[in-house]
């Protein structure tokens, strides 16, 4: 559960939505109820480079 306005009421079980810093949400489970969580998020119009290999230096060749 994302930010929101805390009026809304609960949401899922007795868990309400509130203020919440960009990238931060409330997962709500049966096992662990609430768990504050961290959400990354990346362009999916963004090519994905390959890491580089052991021994590659920062310029992306050899050492």
Known sequence: M??????EGP???AARPGP???GRALLVTRRHG???VQ???RDPDT???AAPEAGD???GGPA
């Not at 994302?2 to 009026?7: C, T």
């Open 20 to 22: 919440r810093p960009p």
């Open 11 to 13: 949401l899922v079980g």
């Open 57 to 59: 230096d920062a310029a």
């Open 34 to 36: 609430e768990t504050l």
């Open 47 to 49: 090519p994905i480079r």
């Open 39 to 41: 959400l990354a998020w």
């Open 2 to 7: 994302g930010n929101g306005s805390r009026d």
